[in-house]
């Protein structure tokens, strides 16, 4: 049992606040800050009851957040704000000897670069203060990296190939919006592609790289090689991946309407002067594309997320395709919001309920492929995404 801070009330935090309220025996009590208090105090109301605490707190603020998190004690921080704000609420955590864990690696505001670098810096602190920094507890990363670890532990001997594969095939009736954070999105999707061969990064122009691929009760869909995240930590921890790709669909309506905003220049990241004011171009872009909390609604379709991996077990070659399909409107049902906040929220909270219990809990920053996978992999088919295996299919890669 323990308490926990949750900062953050987009979509994810609607998610996460949801679900750490379905376990009291774990979570004994919960506060949800974030930069708006009435988006905190909305989402207490539609869960009920009396156990969400709120607070205003302004993420980049460390002095802010320390006296937030030593007047509320909690156990462990949830940081399900922007990646922006990992850093600062690193920072506080160390001050205010907290635990900490989040679902996206550090970006800095005015260059569209992620990497771990930053976070891996913070090591040896969180190892001297005998504090936990989970990183990348999301669904990608997140669920990835520990299918990922589980596969490498149960099913092979040495992975050699691995394709992560993300399909959105849900339809939520707008013309154009992104399923988490426009301007996080966006910069992420119109980068460079890159990925791991034969020991080294191999970068492509952006959406170079394409075919369809099948996915289950989905059928085919165009996917694309675009750098995701958590191939670093993945070559990293697991030096026998030969090769290391991430595959996400994207429709070709959606393709149009992101080439248009990159060509009229308002997928820019620096400011510009507008009437005599400074604004970032995506930041304006984000204020009038719909806000993707709100998406859930009408939204119908699945997601489908998974690993296809091949590596040799006892010697002969094998192949191995574990994936969660989630259904937008169950998600909706649920917890209001579509199901990319879905299946970012429930591993978050997951991987909080793995730190109360003790299962994963050791001084240092991990990558969540660093902990064991069992107990998560069970809480995943118990909370909400549960996972199907294939051995020894076609993986059409
Ligand atoms: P949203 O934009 O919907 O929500 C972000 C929340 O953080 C908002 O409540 C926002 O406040 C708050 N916030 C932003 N800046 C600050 C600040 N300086 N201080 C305090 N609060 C702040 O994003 P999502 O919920 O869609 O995404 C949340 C996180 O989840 C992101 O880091 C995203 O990258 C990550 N993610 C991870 C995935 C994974 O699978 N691993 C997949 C999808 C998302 P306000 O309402 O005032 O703007």
Redesign the pocket.
């Given at each position: 049992m323990g308490k926990v801070l949750i900062?953050?009330?987009?979509?994810?935090?609607t998610v996460v606040a949801h679900k750490v309220a379905q376990h009291p025996e774990v979570f004994s009590e919960i506060m949800l800050a974030?930069?708006?208090k009435s988006?905190c105090d909305a989402i207490a109301k539609a869960i009920g009851g009396n156990h969400i605490q709120t607070a205003k707190?302004?993420?980049?603020n460390v002095s802010e957040l320390v006296s937030l998190i030593k007047s509320f004690k909690p156990d462990l921080v949830i940081n399900?704000?922007?990646?922006y704000?990992d850093l600062p609420i690193m920072d506080a955590c160390l001050e205010a000897k907290v635990s900490y864990l989040d679902?996206?690696n550090y970006e800095p505001k005015d260059e569209a670069k992620f990497e771990y670098s930053w976070q891996w810096a913070y090591q040896e602190r969180f190892k001297a203060a005998g504090l936990t920094a989970i990183l990348?507890c999301?669904?990608?990363?997140?669920v990835t990296s520990i299918y990922t670890a589980y596969a490498a532990k149960h099913h092979f001997d040495e992975i050699q190939y691995l394709d992560i594969v993300d399909c959105n095939a849900g339809d939520h009736g707008k013309a154009f919006a992104t399923n988490?954070?426009p301007e996080?999105n966006i910069r992420e999707v119109t980068q460079k592609g890159k990925y791991w061969e034969n020991g080294k990064w191999v970068v492509t122009e952006p959406h170079e790289i394409h075919k369809p691929l099948n996915y289950p009760e989905i059928g085919p869909k165009e996917s694309y090689v675009i750098y995701h995240e958590e191939l670093e930590s993945l070559v990293k921890n697991y030096p026998t991946l030969k090769r290391a790709r991430f595959w996400m669909t994207f429709g070709q309506e959606y393709l149009t309407h992101l080439r248009v905003i990159q060509n009229i220049g308002m997928a820019r990241i620096d400011p510009i002067i507008y009437n005599g004011m400074e604004i970032v171009p995506i930041q304006f872009l984000k204020a009038v594309l719909p806000d993707?909390?709100d998406l859930g609604e009408n939204y119908t379709g699945w997601t489908s997320i998974g690993c296809r991996i091949r590596g040799l077990k006892d010697g002969k070659e094998k192949t191995y395709y574990v994936y969660n399909n989630c259904s937008h409107e169950a998600a909706y049902k649920e917890t209001g919001t579509q199901g990319?906040?879905y299946?970012?929220g429930v591993p978050a909270m997951i991987g909080a309920m793995m730190y109360m219990k003790g299962l994963w809990k050791k001084p240092g920053v991990f990558n969540v492929e660093e902990f064991d996978p069992d107990p998560f992999m069970d809480a995943l088919n118990k909370y909400g995404l549960p996972w199907v295996e294939k051995h020894n299919i076609d993986l059409e890669l």
């Open positions: 900062i953050g009330a987009g979509g994810v935090g974030s930069r708006t988006k707190v302004e993420a980049e399900v704000a922007l990646p704000q679902t996206a990348g999301g669904f990608d990363p997140g988490f954070n996080i993707p909390g990319v906040s299946t970012t």
